[in-house]
T-cell receptor, first 113, second 116 residues
Framework: AQTVTQSQPEMSVQEAETVTLSCTYDTSESDYYLFWYKQPPSRQMILVIRQEAYKQQNATENRFSVNFQKAAKSFSLKISDSQLGDAAMYFCAYRSGNTPLVFGKGTRLSVIA | GAGVSQTPSNKVTEKGKYVELRCDPISGHTALYWYRQSLGQGPEFLIYFQGTGAADDSGLPNDRFFAVRPEGSVSTLKIQRTERGDSAVYLC??????????????FGQGTRLTVV
């Protein structure tokens, strides 16, 4: 079974600084998708960024980028120029084909003004 | 609707009672998912519908849990004989299709169930 591991329960970053959230996963599939979701106190999961495993180029969405290392099964999220509104729970997730999303346990990010 | 809607937002029930949680997906989305999120954990998969049928119910923890989607849109998650361990946030998500891994899943704000 596929598993997703987030080893950092909590992280903090100074406003305007850069922070990296870690994620590793385990799978025997060769074709899959990886996602980072943000969950603010409102509880609604919001897609931040996604990466197709067959693409070597790391995905980027404005201040958010990933470092995808397929051989190492690592998928970290980098947030640049951190803003107060970035404070939330961040979940790494995996999906292959038509299987449901598999989530990690999450990392709580605090942004210090 | 504009987004995935879940009702009620919060539900408090007594141990042993029956509860129903409702999910109204984005119009036109054929795939619908239910997840359970316990405190301090990530969402855990419960059941996935493609249209009216349950394509995968392997995540339902036991036979007290059941879900339906009779017309391929609104879905109801039903929990019988609730236990305190059922307390969690129940999240619903929908997507245009369940067959493609890159299809974005849109989540509702969840129902926080508290069993006392």
């Amino acid at each position: 079974a596929q598993t997703v591991t987030q080893s950092q329960p909590e992280m903090s970053v100074q406003e305007a600084e850069t922070v990296t959230l870690s994620c590793t996963y385990d799978t025997s599939e060769s074709d899959y998708y990886l996602f980072w979701y943000k969950q603010p106190p409102s509880r609604q999961m919001i897609l931040v960024i996604r990466q197709e495993a067959y693409k070597q180029q790391n995905a980027t969405e404005n201040r958010f980028s990933v470092n995808f290392q397929k051989a190492a099964k690592s998928f970290s999220l980098k947030i640049s120029d951190s803003q107060l509104g970035d404070a939330a729970m961040y979940f790494c997730a995996y999906r292959s084909g038509n299987t449901p999303l598999v989530f990690g346990k999450g990392t709580r990010l605090s942004v210090i003004a | 609707g504009a987004g995935v809607s879940q009702t009620p937002s919060n539900k408090v029930t007594e141990k042993g009672k029956y509860v129903e949680l409702r999910c109204d997906p984005i119009s036109g989305h054929t795939a619908l998912y239910w997840y359970r999120q316990s405190l301090g954990q990530g969402p855990e998969f419960l059941i996935y519908f493609q249209g009216t049928g349950a394509a995968d119910d392997s995540g339902l923890p036991n036979d007290r849990f059941f879900a339906v989607r009779p017309e391929g849109s609104v879905s109801t998650l039903k929990i019988q004989r609730t236990e305190r361990g059922d307390s969690a946030v129940y999240l619903c998500a929908s997507s245009l299709s369940g067959s493609r891994g890159d299809t974005e899943a849109f989540f509702g704000q969840g129902t926080r169930l508290t069993v006392v």
